[in-house]
Nanobody
Framework: VQLQASGGGSVQAGDSLRLSCAAS????????TGWFRQTPGKEREFVAA????????YYADSVKGRFTISRDNAANTVYLQTGSLTPEDTAVYYC???????????????????WGQGTQVTVSS
């Protein structure tokens, strides 16, 4: 499975971006898919995840109410719609997928088997 993240960019505080994670090799509906982010010198941080069917989603407290994760299994793509961005959201955003995740492990990066290359989001004040 190959994951391709895109959609990052440089924006102003308060703006929005839609990040995309396109899967190839196997259908995205076979996997739980999550988004993580990382800044230099810090560990990778969970952002959001969506169950295989998209029926359940899970968010970090820091983005709840501002970000929305969704999936289009027909297009093999998972999206992260970000909103009300702040400079604290500046990071490289990674999408990841796993076939053996359960609800209690969706926020733990080590349980994801496949990772995309990351897309940079920079928010200026």
């Amino acid at each position: 499975v190959q994951l391709q993240a895109s959609g990052g960019g440089s924006v102003q505080a308060g703006d929005s971006l839609r990040l995309s994670c396109a899967a190839s090799g196997r259908t995205s509906g076979s996997f739980t898919t999550g988004w993580f982010r990382q800044t230099p010198g810090k560990e990778r941080e969970f952002v959001a995840a969506t169950w295989r069917s998209g029926s359940n989603t899970y968010y970090a407290d820091s983005v709840k109410g501002r970000f929305t994760i969704s999936r289009d299994n027909a297009a093999n793509t998972v999206y992260l719609q970000t909103g009300s961005l702040t400079p604290e959201d500046t990071a490289v955003y990674y999408c990841a997928a796993g076939s053996r995740l359960i609800w209690s492990t969706m926020q733990i990066s080590q349980y994801y088997e496949y990772w995309g290359q990351g897309t940079q989001v920079t928010v200026s004040s």
